[in-house]
């Protein structure tokens, strides 16, 4: 096995993800025909969805647990560091995608830095 192939997968992963955020925006959040759904009868489930995806975006607490968690991510040594910049990846994409990118992007860029860091105890 190569060792850059679990690189690659994740590469991969995230990009599926990031696509998948892109669907979300274009197929959900920006549809003319779930607008005119959510206007005529906003108690459907997918409009209360909707709605509460919206107020996510809004108060941007998508992009604020990405930049959180890349912070606490980053300073944690180890693999627990490492699973918080993961998990700091997974919420800045779809945050950068759903209108709040000038916080997301910061937890992209510390995320991203904190997955490629060599570990302190990995010989030159």
């Given amino acids: 096995m190569s060792r850059r192939l679990p690189l690659i997968l994740l590469l991969l992963a995230l990009s599926?993800?990031?696509g998948a955020s892109y669907g979300l925006r274009f197929a959900f959040m920006e549809d003319p025909q779930w607008?005119?759904?959510c206007a005529e009868d906003a108690g459907r489930w997918e409009c209360?969805?909707?709605t509460g995806l919206g107020k996510l975006i809004h108060y941007r607490i998508i992009a604020w647990s990405g930049l959180v968690t890349a912070l606490v991510g980053f300073f944690l040594p180890g693999r627990v560091g490492w699973l918080l910049a993961l998990l700091a990846l997974l919420f800045a994409l779809p945050a950068m995608v759903l209108y709040s990118a000038s916080l997301a992007v910061f937890a992209v860029v510390i995320?991203?830095?904190?997955?490629?860091?060599?570990?302190l105890d990995a010989s030159l």
């Fill in 35 to 37: 607008v005119g759904l």
């Fill in 48 to 50: 209360l969805l909707r």
């Fill in 16 to 18: 599926l993800w990031l």
């Fill in 111 to 119: 995320g991203a830095l904190r997955l490629v860091r060599k570990p």
